[in-house]
């Protein structure tokens, strides 16, 4: 069995992390405490193509990365989640669980600055990578901008970057009149590439879908592609836009097909984790 699934040629591609991180921030965030036993994992994305093996080699990296919390039920293992991981879920959950996450209410922008030299290029790699996370696009080297106002220290928090703040700056602005922010918008964002992201989504999870047939299996592939989704596109201001934008279908398939979900996964959940457990080494 593969260890990521293609739907098609330009269909999802879900790796186990982003599948794990989607199942606990669907079923575990803020519902449950006791830790689950490795089983519900495998098996879960099991379903999506990932085997066995990728499934404990990820929940391992996830242990040492600090994200989760490893130990033995009698002879089965069992996983839940640590501080920095129920953070970054509660915070990314802000524009999950939001109906309309892709709309800009102002014209407000943050600006965020650094300068890291080539020593420190691990530290720098890992600042970009949390600055997209956070919604950020790059306006050119060292400048990065993002609509609204961001949590700049939530990027930086429980980390080594946080040594990165002595040599970095944001700042909240809005355009003066004449400054061309369309022009800005397409060098900080791949608008095609994004377009064809919310393109990909729509085909996944439109009215054409066929079910799986397991809630729980759906629910999680839904919300893995709904974060990715998220991470590309940041709520830009539909002012700087193409026409026919996407975003707001893409909201609205997203919502349909939770809710047309939620309570059979909830319930399928619940039944899966209280089916007895097979020892696992």
């Given at each position: ?27 575990v965030l803020d519902r449950r405490e006791e830790p689950l036993p490795s089983r519900v994992f495998i098996e879960t994305i099991g379903d999506l193509g990932i085997s066995e093996m990728a499934t404990r080699a990820t929940l391992t990296r996830m ?219």
């Open positions: 069995m593969a260890d990521a699934r293609t739907e098609d040629s330009t269909g999802p591609r879900r790796r186990p992390q982003q599948l794990l991180l989607a199942l606990l921030g669907t079923f242990v040492n990365k600090g994200l989760l919390e490893k130990r033995k039920d009698g002879r089965v293992a069992v996983y839940g989640l640590r501080g920095n991981a129920e953070r970054m879920l509660r915070d990314a959950s802000k524009r999950v669980r939001s109906r309309s996450p892709f709309t800009s209410a102002d014209d407000t922008w943050t600006l965020f600055t650094f300068s890291l030299p080539e020593s420190r290029r691990e530290v720098r790699d890992q600042l970009r990578a949390r600055l997209m996370w956070a919604g950020f696009g790059c306006l050119r080297d060292g400048l990065w901008i993002a609509p609204g106002t961001p949590g700049l220290d939530t990027i930086l928090v429980d980390s080594p970057l946080a040594e990165a703040l002595a040599e970095s700056g944001g700042f909240v602005a809005r355009p003066l009149p004449g400054t061309p922010m369309a022009a800005f918008v397409q060098r900080a964002w791949d608008l095609t590439a994004l377009r064809a992201e919310h393109e990909s989504f729509l085909r996944t999870w439109g009215t054409d879908r066929t079910p799986s047939g397991n809630p729980v299996t759906e629910l999680t592939a839904l919300v893995a592609d709904w974060l990715h989704l998220l991470r590309a596109d940041p709520g830009l201001p539909g002012r700087y836009l193409p026409e026919d934008w996407p975003s707001s279908r893409s909201a609205d398939t997203y919502w349909a097909v939770w809710d047309r979900l939620e309570t059979a996964a909830y319930d399928a959940f619940e039944e899966l984790i209280s089916t007895p457990a097979r020892p696992v080494p």
